[in-house]
């Protein structure tokens, strides 16, 4: 099994009818050269501990040379549905002048981005710890020229589980991005929350990825408990506050249901990111916490969000 192929290229905005197999000795290739403008490139990274090829859209700073990598997760859908960093924000536009690898994964819906412990009849296999910090930075350090520093960032699904990934993964990420998650996965809400996502929207069975309700593994993937593991990580936490504002960029069709239903979960998500400061503050941890006067779970909210917290981040991995 080939573990690595590019789909294709493109200096934006334009797109180069280009398709290369990556075989084993993909390093000999080299990385994409500079350019004026940022490359996009599909990458296809094989998962041997899920044993299925996942997709990647890959943003490559147009200055060349050895860059940090950016691994931005989306929300619940993971990509998979169409909707993403890639496809409803400008996330292009604004790292094409940033010296720095984004790496934004499609895939992982309903999976919390975490290892299951077993396979789920309705979600497959999902190993996707594995897979976010072994087998996709391995791949991507192989073919693109970067410095081996790592920061992530996720909304929503994700938002939460960044933080558990840069746990779970001590010293791997330099930096985490939260925006618009709840950071907890344990207890009556935090329960409640996951099983929101994994059971009611995705169909799965959380008993398939952490055990049942008195499990162990609950309370070992809660950034709220697990607070102390995140010392020394650049941490950044942000949500609206439920309010519709001008920031959010709702679908017209839909724009009421969105809004009403944006609204309340945003209101839950700020609910969490409160009392997660609260619980950094009491240990002594720093953290940039931004609570904006407005916003629904909106991408117009999540790219503001992304857009804040850029500085930090980038700074703590020298982009």
Known sequence: MLPFKVLHSAILPRVLAATLLVLP????????????????????????????????????????????????????????????????????????????????????QYSMYTDWIADDPVLGRNKWQTYLTSELPAAIDSRFDTTGVNAIGGVSMAGSAVLALAMQAPGFYRAVGSYSGCPMTSGTLGQAMVRSMVELRGGGNAANMWGGSSDPRWALHDPMRNAERLRGTELFISSGNGIPGAIDDHNPVLALPQTIGGGVLEMVTNSCAVAFQNKLASLGIPATFSFLPYGTHSWGLFETELRQSWPGIGRAIGA
């Open 25 to 108: 000795a993909w390093a000999g290739l080299g990385p994409p050269s500079a350019s004026a403008e940022a490359i996009t490139t599909r990458v296809d990274v094989y998962s041997p501990s899920m044993g299925r090829w996942v997709p990647n859209d890959v943003i490559s700073p147009a200055s060349g040379g050895p860059a940090p990598t950016f691994y931005l997760l989306s929300g619940i859908g993971g990509g998979a549905d169409g909707i993403s960093w890639f496809n409803n924000t400008g996330v292009r536009e604004f790292f094409t002048d940033k010296h720095v690898n984004v790496v934004m994964p499609i895939g992982g």
